[in-house]
C-alpha cells in the first residue's frame, strides 16, 4: 500500500531535522530538487540543491549553531498527488543567543518516486 502524501512529507521533514541536528549537511542533498529555490527568513535566496548544502554547511562549521527545527503544522497535497504545500513553525538556536523563530511554506514535489522540496519560504519574526 502507497503512503499517503500527507504522511510522505511529514516523514522527510522529521528526517531532514534529525540531518541538521546531527550536522550532516552532505546528507540533506536528497531532499531538494536540482533547481529548489529557497527564501531565507532575512528574505535571502538561495539558488540550486548544491548552494542550500553549501549554505547549510557553512552555518554547521560555526561552533555556535545548534540546530534548526521545522515543525509542520499542515500538509496539503494536490489533486495528483504529486505536488503538496507544508506550513509550520521554524526554530534556530545558536549557542549564547536568543533562539530565532518564524513561519515557513514549503512546496514539495514528487519525484521519481520521493518527495523533494522545491521551493522553501521562511520569514523571521521576532519573539
Not at 26 to 44: C, E, M
Not at 77 to 82: F, H, N, S, T
Not at 86 to 114: F, H, I
Request: aromatic share 10%; glycine share 8%; proline share 6%.
Amino acid at each position: 500500500m502507497a503512503t499517503a502524501p500527507e504522511d510522505a512529507v511529514r516523514a522527510r521533514r522529521r528526517l531532514t531535522n534529525k540531518l541538521i541536528a546531527a550536522h550532516e549537511a552532505a546528507r540533506l542533498k536528497p531532499f531538494f530538487a536540482p533547481d529548489v529555490k529557497l527564501i531565507v527568513g532575512d528574505g535571502g535566496l538561495i539558488l540550486g540543491a548544491d548552494q542550500v548544502v553549501e549554505a547549510f554547511a557553512g552555518q554547521f562549521a560555526d561552533p555556535a549553531f545548534v540546530t534548526y527545527l521545522r515543525e509542520t503544522e499542515t500538509v496539503e497535497p494536490d489533486a495528483a498527488g504529486e505536488r503538496a504545500a507544508e506550513t509550520g513553525r521554524w526554530t534556530a538556536d545558536w549557542k549564547g543567543s536568543p533562539p530565532m523563530r518564524g513561519r515557513y511554506l514549503a512546496v514539495w514535489r514528487k519525484m521519481t518516486g520521493q518527495w523533494v522540496i522545491e521551493s522553501e519560504l521562511y520569514v523571521t519574526l521576532t519573539a
